[in-house]
């Protein structure tokens, strides 16, 4: 099995709704996003998968949130914007763009800081 992984980030701010501390206050982040997916075999070119593909598909779900408050974005209007909540987003668009594809998804990193992340895995 190979593990094929891409890195990005976004800057934008959010405030959590319902939350007692500081994170309540609107606030911002540099949010670094890690996506690994698995592939079983090689392509006809020794490769499992384009990091050159991966980081677009990444770059084209980022770019509708970055430098915006994520609470005005879709589908964190109706939703709180937690890393948790960010990381399956990201897992559910990134989904479909690879459907057609002999990778899956085995896990979304989201970074707020140096110090904190959240990783989900699907099951």
Known sequence: MYEIAVESHFDAAHFLRGYRG????????????????????????????????????????????????????????????SSENIATTIYNELKPKLTETPVTISSIEVWESPQTWVTYRPD
């Open 22 to 81: 500081k994170c309540e206050a609107l606030h911002g982040h540099r949010f670094r996003v890690v996506a690994r997916i698995n592939a079983s075999e090689l392509d006809n070119t020794g490769m499992a998968y384009d990091f050159t593909e991966l980081k677009r598909h990444l770059n084209d779900i980022l770019s509708r949130f970055d430098h915006t408050c994520l609470n005005d974005v879709s589908p964190f209007d109706k939703i709180n914007p």
